[in-house]
Nanobody
């Protein structure tokens, strides 16, 4: 079993910054892609940013230039630095990891979600 524990959400004013963290623990052989998704009220969950074990990143157009995803492979942790936050960034942010649990088995795991609210 693998657990993803997120931290760092909260309330911030427009233009402010937050940093989210997500640590994976449990039966981990290796982790391929890690990333962040978000879901606003009444909307579907959408990709925010992903990063491979080699450091290749991918961002939603709406966050390019404002958000930065990074990871510490030794700690099985992924981060999301969010700058210049907008009210439309308000959502529950979910961590995701594509985990190789054995040499021949991959599973995808989700964190419990952390609320980010951007409001004046």
């Amino acid at each position: 079993q693998v657990q993803l524990v997120e931290s760092g959400g909260g309330l911030v004013q427009p233009g402010g910054s937050l940093r989210l963290s997500c640590a994976a623990s449990g039966s981990i052989f290796s982790i391929r892609t890690m990333g962040w998704y978000r879901q606003a009220p009444g909307k579907e969950r959408e990709l925010v940013a992903t990063i491979t074990s080699g450091g290749t990143t991918n961002y939603a157009d709406s966050v390019k230039g404002r958000f930065t995803v990074s990871r510490d492979n030794a700690k099985n942790t992924v981060y999301l630095q969010m700058n210049s936050l907008k009210t439309e960034d308000t959502a529950v942010y979910y961590c995701n990891a594509d985990v190789r649990v054995t040499a021949n088995l991959n599973n995808r795991y989700w964190g419990q979600g952390t609320q980010v609210t951007v409001s004046s």
